[in-house]
């Protein structure tokens, strides 16, 4: 009787784990490609009117760059993109980017993720990701 018990038990956990979801990429907790392409939109509106880090933009094609962040920000949420791109370090080799440009830049980043209306707590989960490119990206 007990090893009955026991052998229904087992089957039960097993069942109950085995249906449990995957849980959700930080990509479908924000919402999914409409929240990365909005983030990217007012991330680079921010970057192009930032008076201290324009400059460092006057060579971009904005539909090139939109394209590599929304791919680059969707890849590293776990969502369903492939990012083509440069990596960090050859994308921004020979711009001589300061740790306070940097700074500027993440600023940039948390408003556009706050008026793309994602939480604070997604909105610290996505800096996890990318503030430690901080050394890749700039040249102090
Ligand atoms: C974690 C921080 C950053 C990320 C994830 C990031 C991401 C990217 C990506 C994906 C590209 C496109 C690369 C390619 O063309 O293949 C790029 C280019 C660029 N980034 Fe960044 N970036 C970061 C920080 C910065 C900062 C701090 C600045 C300046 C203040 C900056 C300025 C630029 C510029 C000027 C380009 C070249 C755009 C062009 O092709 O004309 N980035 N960045």
Redesign the pocket.
């Known amino acids: 009787m007990k090893v009955v018990t026991l052998t229904v038990v087992f089957l039960l956990v097993t069942a109950c784990h085995h249906n449990s979801k995957p849980e959700a990429s930080l990509f479908d907790q924000m919402g999914g490609l409409p929240v990365i392409e909005k983030i990217t939109e007012n991330l680079i509106d921010r970057l192009l009117s930032n008076e201290k880090?324009a400059f460092?933009?006057k060579?971009?094609?904005r539909e090139?760059?939109h394209e590599?962040?929304v791919d680059?920000l969707c890849q590293e949420s776990g969502g369903p993109c492939q990012?083509e791109?440069?990596d960090?370090v050859e994308?921004?080799s020979g711009?001589d980017?300061k740790y306070s440009?940097?700074d500027?830049?993440v600023t940039d980043f948390i408003h556009a993720m706050e008026d793309a209306g994602v939480s604070y707590q997604h909105q610290n989960a996505m800096l996890a990701i990318?503030?430690p490119?901080?050394e890749d990206?700039?040249h102090q």
């Open positions: 880090i460092l933009f060579e971009t094609v090139d760059l590599k962040i680059q990012y791109g440069l960090m994308a921004h711009q980017i440009e940097f500027l830049f990318f503030a490119m901080r990206v700039t």
